[in-house]
């Protein structure tokens, strides 16, 4: 029996994709925030179906106050050869317009677009996507020892 992109094998690293339209706010969040828990236990990249110029500054602004770093975040195209690399695809926003790949487990993730928001709005979209983020971690990687929520921090 082999095993599908959905069932990571134990001597490689599982990937997780997060896509959404613009690639600008919930995506770069919820690939920052895995790199962030996975402690490089898991990849995870991020892409946009109709990708923008640049991330949203609230976006930036909100994560860099939690100590993440998104100086190397940049809007990419969401293509199926990112989802068939992926063990996971992690929509947020995109539908149907994201590729299928069969052998893919494909969650969709019901969170509001931070782009134009105000900071305590933003904030809001990152503690969403951060609990969601942790269980997804502690599901693909049981043994993980997930360290402290960056929302625990002083801001």
């Not at 503690?127 to 360290?147: F, K, M, Q, S, Y």
């Amino acid at each position: 029996m082999t095993a599908t992109n959905a069932e990571p094998s134990a001597d490689r690293t599982p990937q997780v994709v997060f896509a959404c339209v613009r690639n600008g706010g919930r995506s770069v969040i919820g690939r920052v925030l895995t790199e962030h828990y996975a402690q490089g236990r898991v990849r995870a990249e991020s892409a946009g179906t109709q990708p923008g110029e640049h991330i949203h500054p609230e976006v930036a602004q909100a994560l860099q106050k939690l100590g993440l770093d998104t100086s190397h975040e940049h809007p990419k195209v969401l293509t199926r050869e990112t989802i068939a690399a992926s063990d996971i695809a992690v929509t947020l926003g995109c539908g149907e317009e994201c590729p299928y790949v069969p052998g893919v487990k494909y969650v969709d993730w019901p969170v509001a677009d931070p782009g134009g928001q105000d900071e305590e709005t933003v904030r809001g979209i990152i503690a969403d996507i951060d609990g969601r983020v942790r269980d997804l971690l502690t599901d693909l990687v049981p043994d993980l020892e997930l360290p402290p929520s960056v929302l625990d921090s002083p801001v």
